[in-house]
C-alpha cells in the first residue's frame, strides 16, 4: 500500500486516523502499532515475522546493552548482534542474487538464487534500528523499556516505506507525549496535499515521457531528446521522492510527530557537494553519523580521507540497489566530490553560470547511471547525449510536455515560495488551493493506471 493510492486515501487513512484520535492518550502508541502492522501486512503479510523480529532484536539488544554497562565486551556482544541481524536481513533479502550472478559470472557457476520479493521498506527500517542500537550503545539515549512504545517507532507507517529516516533520537520524546493540536493537524494536512500534488501531478505527468523512451529504445533519438528524457528523470524522481517524504511528514505531523526534512531545493546548488547536503538529507545524516565519522571522517589525513568518502559513496550506492550501476553511481559522485574537495569548489564558487552549467551535466550524467541498469545501455544512452545527432523528434515530446516540463522547473526552485509563505495561512487561499490540488490528485487517481513508485524498489 503505498499513499498516492485510492485504497490508502479513502479506506485505511481516513480509518485509521478515526481510530488513533479517539483513543485516550496513554493508549496512542499501542494503537499506533497495530495500525502500522496493519499497513505494512497489507501486501505482504508473509513478512509479518521480520517486522517482528526485527522489533524484538533491537529491543532486546538495546536492553542488553543498558543492563550491563558494566561490562564493555558484553554491550559489543549486543551491538555486534544488533548489527549483524538487521545488515544479515537486508543482505539476504537484497543483495543474495546479486552475489550469486556475479559468482556465475565469475567463475562459471550455476547456483540458484532466490525468488522472494524485498520486504516493503526494508533499506529504510534497518538503519533506523540499527542507528537506535548503536546510539544506546554510545550513551547517546537510554534504552527503551516499553516494548509497545519501541514498536511503534520502528513501524510507525507515515515513514515506514521510503523514509525520511527517523532516527530514535528525533522523536523519543514525542513518543513519550507528544502534542495535537488543530493547527499541527492543518499543517500536517497541507504538508500531505503538497506531497500528494508533487507526486500525482508532477512527478507522474512528466515521467511518462522516460517511460516512453525506455520503451522504444535509446539508439535511435536524438541528442536533444536524450537531453530531454533525461531531465524528465531528474524531474520526476524529485518530485516522486520528495513528494512522499512532504506526506510522511504530514502524516507524521498529524499523528503529533515532527520528522525531519529529506529535501531543500537540491536542483538550486551549486556544486555536487552542496546538492549532496540537500538531497535525501536524513540518508546523507545517517552515513556521516554512523559510516563516515566512526571510519575517522577527515581527521586523519587526505588518504584516510578519500579513502572512508570511497566506503561511504559505495555503500551509498550498493544501498540503492543490488546492481553494478548503482555501485557506479555512488563511485561517480565520490570522484566529483574529492575533485570538488581537492581545487574545483573554490573555482566554481567564482561564477555563478559555471556552477550552475556544471551541476546540470553532472547530474544528468548521474541519472543516467541510476535510471538505466543494463550497463550497455549506459553508454550508449550516454553517446546520444553528447554524439550532437540531429532529428525532430523532440519536438513532439517538448510539445506533449513543455507546460509540465515549465511548471516542474519553476517547482523545483524556491521562487514561488515567499509568496506560497504569504498566503498559506489565508483562508480565501488556502482552502480552494488545497482542495484543488487535492481534487485534480484523486481525479488524476481514479482515472490513470500510471502510477509508480521510484524509491519504492529500494
Not at 4 to 12: Q, Y
Not at 318 to 335: E, P, T
Not at 405 to 415: E, H, K, R, Y
Request: aromatic fraction near 20%.
Amino acid at each position: 500500500m503505498v499513499f498516492s493510492s485510492i485504497l490508502f486515501l479513502f479506506r485505511f487513512l481516513p480509518a485509521a486516523f478515526l481510530v488513533y484520535y479517539i483513543t485516550p492518550r496513554r493508549f496512542k502508541n499501542g494503537v499506533l502499532l497495530i495500525l502500522s502492522l496493519i499497513f505494512y501486512s497489507w501486501g505482504e503479510a508473509r513478512y509479518f515475522p521480520i517486522m517482528i523480529a526485527s522489533i524484538l532484536v533491537d529491543y532486546f539488544c538495546s536492553r542488553g546493552i543498558e543492563s550491563h554497562r558494566d561490562n564493555p565486551k558484553l554491550c559489543r556482544v549486543f551491538l555486534i548482534l544488533s548489527v549483524v541481524f538487521n545488515l544479515g536481513m537486508l543482505g539476504f533479502f537484497k543483495y543474495t542474487n546479486f552475489f550469486v550472478e556475479n559468482l556465475n559470472a565469475l567463475f562459471g557457476l550455476s547456483l540458484r538464487g532466490i525468488s522472494l520479493r524485498l520486504p516493503l521498506g526494508i533499506s529504510f527500517y534497518t538503519f533506523q534500528t540499527m542507528s537506535y542500537t548503536i546510539d544506546v550503545y554510545r550513551g547517546k539515549v537510554k534504552a527503551e523499556t516499553n516494548i509497545i512504545d519501541f514498536g511503534a517507532f520502528v513501524v510507525l507507517f507515515p515513514q515506514l516505506i521510503a523514509g525520511p529516516i527517523v532516527k530514535y533520537t528525533d522523536i523519543n520524546r514525542e513518543l513519550k507525549e507528544r502534542r495535537m493540536d488543530l493547527v499541527q493537524i492543518e499543517d500536517g494536512i497541507k504538508y500531505f496535499i503538497l506531497g500528494l500534488g508533487s507526486k500525482v501531478l508532477i512527478a507522474n505527468s512528466i515521467g511518462m515521457l522516460w517511460t516512453e523512451l525506455e520503451g522504444m529504445g535509446f539508439s535511435g533519438i536524438s541528442t536533444p531528446l536524450a537531453w530531454i528524457g533525461i531531465l524528465a528523470y531528474a524531474l520526476q524522481i524529485y518530485f516522486d521522492f520528495s513528494g512522499y517524504s512532504l506526506m510522511a511528514i504530514g502524516l507524521g505531523r498529524m499523528l503529533g510527530f515532527d520528522f525531519p526534512k529529506n529535501f531543500d531545493f537540491p536542483y538550486i546548488s551549486k556544486s555536487i557537494t552542496e546538492f549532496w547536503r540537500r538531497w535525501h538529507m536524513t540518508l546523507g545524516s545517517w552515513f556521516r553519523e554512523y559510516l563516515y565519522f566512526p571510519l575517522g571522517g577527515s581527521r586523519r589525513g587526505p588518504a584516510r580521507t578519500y579513502f572512508n568518502l570511497f566506503v561511504v559513496w559505495a555503500a551509498t550506492g550498493f544501498w540503492h540497489g543490488a546492481n553494478w550501476n548503482f555501485i557506479l553511481w555512488g563511485l561517480y559522485f565520490f570522484v566529483l566530490l574529492v575533485i570538488e574537495k581537492r581545487w574545483f569548489l573554490t573555482r566554481l564558487n567564482s561564477s555563478k553560470v559555471v556552477c550552475h552549467v556544471y551541476l546540470a551535466i553532472a547530474l544528468s550524467i548521474s541519472w543516467v547511471l541510476f535510471a538505466i541498469t543494463d550497463l550497455s545501455l549506459v553508454g550508449q544512452y550516454l553517446s546520444q547525449m553528447f554524439a550532437f545527432q540531429g532529428g525532430s523528434d523532440w519536438i513532439y515530446y517538448l510539445r506533449n510536455y513543455g507546460i509540465t516540463f515549465l511548471v516542474a522547473m519553476v517547482l523545483a526552485t524556491p521562487c514561488l515560495k515567499p509568496l506560497y509563505q504569504k498566503w498559506e495561512n489565508n483562508l480565501w487561499f488556502s482552502i480552494p488551493f488545497f482542495g484543488l490540488i487535492l481534487v485534480l490528485s484523486v481525479a488524476y487517481l481514479v482515472d490513470a493506471s500510471y502510477n509508480p513508485f521510484l524509491y519504492f524498489r529500494f
